[in-house]
């Protein structure tokens, strides 16, 4: 009966570190726009970084 407590509370520690992790780390979104008339790439990278708001 420990054991299996032992084991749920690690599941459950990792899973929980994993949906925090997932919540509040940024992701990024990359735009490429390219001149056909001068062969030029223009990047442009955002960082959204998630907020916790209702």
């Not at 899973?15 to 390219?34: A, G, H, P, V």
């Amino acid at each position: 009966m420990k054991r299996a407590v032992g084991i749920f509370i690690s599941f459950s520690a990792i899973l929980t570190y994993l949906i925090i992790d997932t919540l509040y780390s940024s992701f990024s979104i990359e735009e490429r726009i390219t001149n056909l008339n001068t062969c030029v790439t223009t990047t442009k990278v955002t960082y959204i970084y998630p907020t916790m708001t209702s």
